[in-house]
């Protein structure tokens, strides 16, 4: 029955790996990931299997801090894209989880079949496929986006983590197998209950200081929006109260420009006209649509981009009836020109460009593009991936808003060309 053990034993080191890389963002392609992991991890595996073997599970427990998870966390740092507290804590996460389930069975297979490895071998065979399954299915995408955008506070989850690692550790081999002092498995069995509550309510206060960033940045769209709007409106009414002027007017220039021309004096009557069609022009308005809050955002972000010496080309034909909410998209409109007008300004002047085009049919599309320098990071939803702290929420919530409103969004980037597609 001896197989049965070394079977499970190598089977929790493969799933220990599996769900680390579940939560580990790495800095290099997944292919050559996949190398370095194997190559790496492949030899220190082998080597932690014959110590057990040899040692027994008591003897190597009081050394697998040292001779496997101190040198899987050195290689895996030097992989992570992120070397801080989230490395640590991930590290520590995907551990402690291994080991409860390890020392669990270890314990049930001691009371429920001492003589053979069946328990062991049983649950370790369905668990770990169940919660790998779990954690890629449900906790994934909340964690390497939290990971992504959340810098502040890993490092104190990290210490509890290690605290929780140490902690189980020393309770289950120290001064003895804990089977031999049974007094202290409700000590134990107390530990494990709390450890994964600890760590969904870490989780969830990360997610929560995430939220309150993407909050405090939407509002800080809806700010710029109202104040484009109140800017647009109060241009709009200055333009109507010089038409207004210009029309009152009109009358007494018309009766100047007859006796003008009665008296053949055409020269002044020329130099009246020009006069007269610069006063007209002052009295016009660029009007970019029909809708008003997304009219405001263009001028607002066209104007922007005018005076940061950023070509421009445009071409608009939106529909009479949006087929979303127009606030809604005025916002992901607003995002996608915030974030092309930034990546403009990080370019020479005659490098830069934003090229901007709405269609009405046969789908209600928008279009815009714009040229950038370096290198950009799309995630495993092809969403770009800021880098910068408290920034990138622009590009999620216009995918969110997309998936809200049954349409389709996409991020490309090529040959220093960058271009989002919406399609309603």
């Known amino acids: 029955m001896e197989i049965l053990k070394d079977i499970s034993v190598i089977w929790s ?44 599970f008591e003897k190597y427990g009081t050394l697998m801090l040292l ?56 649950i370790r065979m369905l668990i770990y496929p169940l919660i790998e399954l779990i954690v890629y299915k449900k906790l994934r995408p909340l964690y390497l986006e939290v990971q992504r ?44 209950i709390l450890m994964p509550i600890i760590y969904f309510d870490i989780i969830a206060t990360l997610r929560s200081q995430q939220q309150m960033h993407e909050m405090t940045e939407q509002e800080s769209i809806l700010k710029i929006q109202v104040s484009n709007l109140t800017a647009r409106m109060e241009e709009l009414a200055a333009a109507d109260h ?30 009246l006209l020009e006069e007269y069609n610069e006063s007209l022009e002052k009295t016009k308005i660029r009007r970019f649509c029909q809708h008003s809050v997304i009219d405001a955002v263009l001028s607002s972000y066209i ?21 979303v909410n127009e606030t809604e998209l005025a916002t992901a409109i607003a995002n996608a020109l915030e974030n092309a007008i930034n990546a ?17 049919r046969p789908r209600f599309i928008i279009q815009i593009a714009n040229s950038y320098e370096g290198d950009i990071v799309f995630d495993e939803d092809n969403i770009p991936v800021n880098k910068e702290q408290d920034h990138g929420f622009g590009t999620r919530y216009i995918a969110a808003f997309c998936q809200k409103d049954n349409g389709f969004y996409q991020f490309k980037a090529e040959n220093g060309r960058f271009t989002l597609y919406l399609n309603f």
């Open 149 to 192: 955008h959340t810098k502040k506070g890993w490092t104190l989850f990290a210490v509890i983590g290690a605290l929780f690692y140490v902690a189980i550790t020393l309770l289950m081999t120290h001064p003895s197998p804990i089977t031999e002092r049974p007094e202290y498995l409700p000590v134990l069995v107390l530990l494990f």
């Open 242 to 271: 010089k038409f207004r002027v210009e029309r009152h007017n009109f009358r007494h220039k018309m009766k100047t420009i007859i006796s003008l021309l009665e008296s053949e004096q055409y020269e002044e009557c020329h130099m």
């Open 303 to 323: 104007r922007r981009a005018e005076a940061k010496s950023i070509k421009l080309t445009y071409g608009f034909a939106f529909p009479d009836v949006i087929p």
């Open 13 to 56: 080191l493969i799933h220990t790996l599996v769900l680390f890389l579940f939560l580990f963002e790495s800095r290099f392609p997944r292919k050559k990931t996949i190398t370095l992991t194997v190559a790496t991890m492949a030899p220190l595996a082998v080597i932690n299997f014959f110590l057990f073997a040899f040692l027994g």
């Open 67 to 122: 001779t496997l998870s101190l040198p899987s966390c050195i290689i895996f740092w030097v992989l992570s894209k992120y070397r801080g507290g989230r490395f640590f804590f991930t590290f520590c996460v995907v551990d402690t989880i291994v080991l409860e389930i390890i020392y669990v069975t270890n314990i049930l297979n001691h009371y429920l079949t001492p003589n053979t490895y069946w328990v062991m071998f049983i």
């Open 344 to 360: 403009c300004e990080k370019l020479e002047p005659e490098k830069r460009y934003i090229d901007i085009k709405v269609l009405d």
